[in-house]
């Protein structure tokens, strides 16, 4: 089959880690459209899934993980920037290795200065909230998204 420029599939890992002290979620913030994610990314080929999320944290935020399991995987097919996207994204949930990782209320990430790292408060409902079904998968877990 020949390879077709509008349309791409691809395999994420991204983490689900909440604030303690108020249960907010830490969500990377995309300004056009307006929406917002767990942070993570792209698996590289020959890499788990559970190397991604540690690999991106460190270089994301420089931050280590702790307390990662596997919480769910969603499949979604969908429109982006003119083309279909097929996502296979597994999602762990995840707390931060220090204490003071909590504290910082926003950053820039660090291998894309154009993005920035927030908490997003329990029970938003917007901007919205992907990939779709993650939400869905949070409130199964007995968290809020």
């Known amino acids: ?4 420029s509008s ?17 907010a979620l830490l969500v990377s913030e995309s300004p056009d459209p307006l929406f917002q994610r767990p ?3 792209h698996v590289e080929f020959a890499e ?12 994301e935020l420089g931050q280590t993980l702790a307390d990662v399991r596997l ?9 982006w920037q003119g ?12 707390g931060f290795a220090s204490a003071g990782a ?9 291998d894309n200065a154009d993005r ?12 919205p909230l992907y990939p779709a079904g993650l939400s869905e998968l949070i409130a199964a877990d007995g968290h809020r998204p």
């Open 71 to 79: 919480l769910g995987v969603l499949e979604n097919i969908f429109e």
């Open 48 to 59: 788990y899934a559970l190397d991604t999320v540690n690999r991106e944290f460190g270089e």
């Open 116 to 127: 920035r790292v927030l908490w997003r408060p329990a029970g938003a409902t917007e901007p």
């Open 102 to 110: 909590y504290e910082i209320e926003e950053q820039v990430i660090l």
């Open 83 to 94: 083309r279909t996207e097929h996502e296979v994204v597994f999602i762990y949930t995840a």
């Open 7 to 23: 349309r791409r599939q691809v395999i994420k890992a991204m983490a689900v880690i909440r604030r303690p002290r108020d249960g």
């Open 1 to 4: 089959m020949a390879a077709n």
């Open 39 to 41: 942070l993570g990314g």
